[in-house]
């Protein structure tokens, strides 16, 4: 609900207030938090200051601001002009729909129509988004989705993500104190190291108690988000393109838009922030279709040794066990025999598939599965026949020869040729073939952004190459609305939810390790829904020299999430196949749940010995529960399992045919009888009707 009052606003949904000030000069952010009444909320003082030492504009909560030389915060907008760099905004107009604020404000004396939007989802979550618009040209150094205030006394910390290759979503925390702290990419994409997303908690929020205010932003190259923490007590997130070698131009005539921002409040605790993250971006951002299929990928078990017959051997023992897509990964085009060669030559290899791409097609369809294949559009290799015909299709300095990672170069996404290349070779494969799912990959950073063709400014690259991967994402998933898309950078490094507008389902990691996994599917978890989080089971990366972990507990860590088969099957015995059968039968039977529902975290993988990840039905009627035992230490009872999130005073069966009610299973919970080192176990648990 949005309400107005004088110059108040309030955006109000799900016992969530987020209330702002639309001032003459400014916009100032009043209060988020637990509902309160707009009348009360001009009584709130959103200036204090303890001294006239303060800075009086800092002391104002800048809800939107920009540069006028007076706040020492980070401000919105930083005009690339030397002549006009201060500014102040002068409001314009105000218009509102059920759903949405629009306020406009001219920006003075440079010319500029400055949008702010915000709108509120019926969950409580708040997005918000600004533009610009130039009478005439003008360049932005900084031009971020927006800030927002809250006080937070010295009482919080920020949890994030961090990690690296194979080494993702580790769970990070900071203490909130008086200063600066940012995460960000520098690398022209999401990345592995940080995620763009964060949460500020209470120092002693727990999974079930205290506030959180999270953010996240949609958005999928160069960002940053600053958490400043003024001396007077107020945290003031800002979020939005990285402005560190940054250049946007606003032609005469034109708008830029900035990516969007979430932002989502709980006094419940992380687990309850988590389910309510989750809910909003089942229904309002990740491309939709029931649950993702069952898959095999070939990527563990054949490398880049595709064949046919080796493809069709998998593919034969991956329909006996339930699989319901097999995907090709690398290997299948051009001469890529590794990773050193063939990047860019996207044609079928003809010594590798002698009769043809679309003969595999049909086995694996005659075998009841869907086909789907693996796509690098972004990357090329020297050794291409594309690079040898384009070699100024990359992006490459004049003063150095341009990086390799993974042996590959980027190609330069802001060229109109490059991305009608893309297009047509995309648009003849999934024209040409039956291909019902796409992995696309990504699998270097961005280096060296220049090129001959930014004569003027090439620091417009980043926005430039983020602003065309989404048009070709774009124009792809509109041309083939009923293709799957995965998102998969690699591993996890292209995890945001501006990829995810276009994306059914993300990679996230190429760590398949099931113990590590329950780590990195944690932290993930923490921000991103399980419906789209792809898990495999697999050889449980048998060259790391770690032990290899029973089949039952490496499937029951992949079904945390999307479903996926890794394994070199081929290899597996016949009784192995058949534990796989059953696991896979298994999960289709609960996945409705760990697709739409919400999921309840008991423990943490990083710190504890036992963890547990239910998930319920959000009419609460069912719940299954994968519990994990670390290791079995001095013989010590362990802890009972116990469901939440159901109905207390109705009556649930488990898998043993035993009811109890919801009440019992919440608070006494059943036995726990897992032994010896990692092991794992599920249940199942729905209500009795009609009792
Ligand atoms: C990185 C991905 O994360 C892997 O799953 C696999 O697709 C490889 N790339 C293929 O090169």
Redesign the pocket.
Known sequence: MIEILDDYISLTAADVSYIIRAGQDRIISVYWGPAIKLEDAVSIDFAERWSSFDPEEEAYRQEYDVYNGRSFLTPCVYLDSPSDRLNYMEFSRLETTSSEIKLYYDICPSGLLLEVRYGIYSNGVVWRKASVSASEKTGLVSFYSGSACFHSYDQMSAIYTAGRWSGEWQVKSHDIVPGCFQLGSRQGFTSETFNPSVMIADKNCSETHGMVYSLMLAYSGNWEIKIEHTLTGITRLVAGLSSFDNSIVVNKGETVSTPLMYLAYTDKGYGEMSRLLHDFENANVIRKRPYCPVLY?S??ATG?NVTAAGQKELACKAAEIGCELFVV???WFGQRNS?HAGLGDWYVNPEKFPAGLDDLIRYVEKLGMKFGI?V?PESVNPDSDLYRTHPDWIYRSAYAEPLQC?NQYLLNLCLPEVREYILSWMRRLLSRHNISYI?W?M?RNMSDPDSAFFDDDSRIIWKQHADALYSLWETITEEFPDVYFES????G?RVDLGIMRYAHQF?T??NTDAFDRLRIQYGCSLFYSPRAMMCWVTDNNSDSGRAVRALEYRFHSAMCGGLGI?ADISRFSAQELEVCKTMIGRYKSVRHLISGGLLYRQGNPFTDNVVSFEYVSKDRKEAVIFTFLHSQNFGMPLPNIRFEGLCNDKRYKLDDGCAHYGSFLRSVGIPNKLKGDFASCMHHAELVECE
């Open positions: 990928n990527w563990e880049f990964d690398d290997g990773d693996w690098e993974r992995k990959d699998n998969c950078a690699g591993g490094g990679w990691s190429d890794g």
